[in-house]
């Protein structure tokens, strides 16, 4: 049973997290699923269906992003929002044909693409000057997610 003490943190914590970190935490989770699931596939039903909800996540995670782009236009530049449109569309292509060919390795791709805009996500934040245009900002991800 957690202290009343570790509930009250919990909920500030959740309360004041800001959009960056949601992202980042977001992020982190679709590559930390995927390539747990790449590094100890098993066939049969039980590795397919972790398989699965590896590429669901990380498929609802890049819906969200586009969703935003196309919620926020304003949001980055056009050249931005029209890289990161063709990006998703290549994350639903490939999503769909690693759901259609199960194969572990082919979720690599769509680990590395994380890891970069992951990386992108941290140094957004940092204080250096930056070489590459930021990210646009996603919608906070529902309950759940």
Do not use: C
């Not at 959740?14 to 679709?30: C, D, N």
């Amino acid at each position: 049973m957690q202290s009343r003490g570790y509930q009250t943190y919990a909920t500030a914590q959740h309360t004041t997290i800001g959009v960056r970190e949601l992202e980042r935490r977001a992020m982190a989770r679709a590559i930390h699923e995927l390539s747990v699931v790449r590094d100890n596939y098993t066939p049969g039903k039980e590795g397919y269906a972790l398989y699965t909800d590896a590429l669901k996540f990380n498929q609802k995670l890049w819906t969200l992003i586009q969703s935003n782009i196309v919620d926020n236009p304003t949001d980055g530049t056009a050249e931005l929002r029209a890289n990161f449109l063709e990006l998703s569309l290549f994350v639903d292509r490939h999503t769909l044909q690693a759901l259609r060919d199960p194969n572990p390795e082919s979720l690599t791709a769509l680990i590395d693409i994380n890891k970069k805009i992951s990386g992108g996500l941290f140094s957004n934040d940092s204080k250096t000057e930056q070489t590459t245009a930021p990210a646009p900002a996603m919608a906070p991800m529902p309950s759940g997610f």
